[in-house]
């Protein structure tokens, strides 16, 4: 049940293009299109921003966008704006057994 | 409106035992799967455990397999953990969060789409 790797921190100015990058293996993100993206301010929690790689539930706007390649999935977020600055975390379904979820460390998202 | 309630959350030392709670309301609790992910402070998340719609199917992160239960009482629209031999690493906002496909849903759930606003454990002598 190993972590999936996220870079700890990204930033860039409003306005500017970002994006996450999620780092998993074949036994998660590379075998199943059911990578999810959780965008988390502090003290509040986790919100659904995409999920099944690249679909946005509904609210979500579409200035972020998921895309995956190989075991490797990540999140952009287009037209950066000061309410992005969160945590991101990315998550996979998990071959290692029925109900298991795994989690990247998280990326502090600063919004400069 | 969709809405998880944790509760049962609080101190307690090495070795006890707590049970958390999760009361659902706004959608069809017994047709979803529903999990505990925590988060110790200043972490990340970590999926603890799940329970599928029926409880026919139940799995644990091996960090807390064989020490918590989890359980869901469908008639209650309630979900617990029952969390035995507690450690200090314990410690941590544990929050539920539902499935975002039904169980009649064709194909593998593909995210956790509603999440409560937790519960404080707190391992400590």
């Known amino acids: 049940q190993s972590a999936l790797t996220q870079p700890a921190s990204v930033s860039g100015s409003p306005g500017q293009s970002i994006t996450i990058s999620c780092t998993g293996t074949s036994g998660d993100v590379g075998d199943y299109n059911l990578v999810s993206w959780y965008q988390q301010y502090p003290d509040k929690a986790p919100k659904l921003m995409i999920y099944?790689?690249?679909n946005r539930p509904s609210g979500v706007s579409d200035r972020f966008s998921g895309s995956k390649s190989g075991n490797a999935a990540s999140l952009t977020i287009s037209g950066l704006q000061a309410e992005d600055e969160a945590d991101y975390y990315c998550?996979?379904?998990?071959?290692?057994?029925?109900?298991?979820?795994?989690f990247g460390g998280g990326t502090k998202l600063t919004v400069l | 409106e969709v809405q998880l309630v944790e509760s049962g959350g609080g101190l307690v030392q090495p070795g006890r035992s707590l049970r958390l709670s999760c009361a659902a309301s706004?959608?069809?609790?017994?047709?979803?799967?529903i999990h505990w992910v925590r988060q110790a402070p200043g972490k990340g998340l970590e999926w603890v455990s799940g329970i599928s719609y029926s409880s026919g199917t139940i799995d644990y992160a091996d960090s807390v397999k064989g020490r918590f239960t989890i359980s869901r009482d469908n008639a209650k629209n309630s979900l617990y953990l029952q969390m035995n031999s507690l450690r200090s690493e314990d410690t941590a906002l544990y929050y539920c969060a539902k499935d975002r496909k039904t169980w009649y849903n064709t194909g593998l759930n593909d995210a956790l789409d509603m999440w409560g606003q937790g519960t404080m454990v707190t391992v400590s002598s």
């Open positions: 998550s996979s379904y998990s071959s290692s057994s029925a109900l298991n979820w795994v």
């Open positions: 099944g790689v690249t």
């Open positions: 706004g959608f069809t609790f017994n047709d979803y799967g």
